[in-house]
């Protein structure tokens, strides 16, 4: 048995795959599961050659051969088959820090269900510092400062990604917490039942993985399919804590949906409205305390036009 399992999707990428396999730390109770999401023939040739190359028996190579194709279903599979008594999730555009082993190895014994660590984030091209991790690294800044109800709402029920923390295996078990599998934010529900069930969980300050800024990624994607799997994810999340949060506990959250009608804009008049009124249909709100103010709105829609430019300019990298 591992100590950890780090589990990796794996989608037209094997070259930024082969960037953070080398980044993966060398100890012997660390293990590393890919799972390839049918990708072109030669991308998973290039990851076989990758392997044949390393002759490293702690990584295996698994192919999604289910009939849902998602980084959730990879992910699944990566559960299924992980030896390890923790789990972390890592991207295969992304990498992790140098010093990532000496960082998470003093939790494996610990009592905790899970970790929060902070992440950074750069762009693909010139590893200069970019935003991606800005979000998170506030709401965790934010409860190290402040250990309120708000704050702590905000780490259980905000932290989407699956890369900002390290999961005991048997923890998810118990509670059959599972990724699910859509095409487009298949973590949140995932990331929402970890914080829901946790009773015990640790913070971190330590920077543990880099997030690269990518134009092929989903979170630069504007399609119909992605923006309406998001929405679709994001009614679910919203039932699932009115349901179980106190009226209090939902005000402090102060969901909104206002950031996935912005996105949806970028697709079609048709697409924004589709979204809206779904929204509406659902009861959702689609306005924060915040987006009430214009200081909160305009910064908001000028980001959605500099993410436009960025997939642009960075369109070379899918």
Request: positive net charge; aromatic residues 14%; charged residues 30%.
């Amino acid at each position: 048995m591992y100590q950890l399992s780090i589990i990796v999707p794996h989608f037209n990428s094997s070259k930024m795959l082969e960037t953070l396999l080398d980044t993966i730390p060398k100890d012997k109770d660390v293990e590393v599961i890919i799972v390839d999401d049918k990708s072109e023939k030669k991308h998973i040739e290039h990851i076989e050659k990758i392997l044949k190359e390393k002759e490293d028996h702690r990584i295996r190579f698994f192919l999604n051969d289910r009939s849902i194709k998602s980084a959730g279903t990879c992910r699944n599979i990566g559960i299924e088959n992980a030896k390890g008594k923790w789990l972390f999730f890592a991207d295969a555009d992304d990498y992790l820090s140098d010093d990532f082993y000496e960082k998470v190895e003093p939790y494996f014994e610990s009592t905790n269900e899970v970790v929060f660590f902070v992440p950074n984030s750069v762009y693909i091209d010139t590893k200069e510092q970019a935003n991606r991790h800005i979000i998170y690294e506030n709401i965790i800044h934010n409860y190290l400062m402040d250990k309120s109800l708000k704050n702590e709402l905000y780490i259980r029920y905000k932290m989407h990604s699956p890369w900002l923390k390290i999961v005991k295996s048997e923890f998810l078990k118990t509670h059959d917490i599972k990724f699910d599998e859509v095409i487009a934010s298949t973590d949140v529900m995932f990331s929402t039942n970890v914080g829901y069930h946790m009773k015990h969980f640790e913070i971190s300050k330590d920077i543990i993985y880099i997030i690269t800024r990518n134009a092929g990624s989903l979170t630069a994607n504007y399609s119909r399919e992605v923006i309406e799997s998001r929405a679709k994810v994001h009614i679910f999340w919203y039932r699932f804590l009115k349901e179980r949060l106190s009226k209090e506990e939902l005000e402090l959250l102060d969901i909104e949906g206002l950031h996935l009608l912005s996105l949806s804009f970028y697709n079609s008049l048709s697409m924004l409205l589709k979204v809206f009124f779904l929204f509406r249909k659902n009861d959702l709100p689609i306005l924060s305390r915040k987006s009430h103010r214009f200081s909160y709105i305009l910064p908001k829609i000028y980001r959605r036009f500099l993410a436009k430019d960025f997939e642009k300019r960075y369109r070379r990298f899918n």
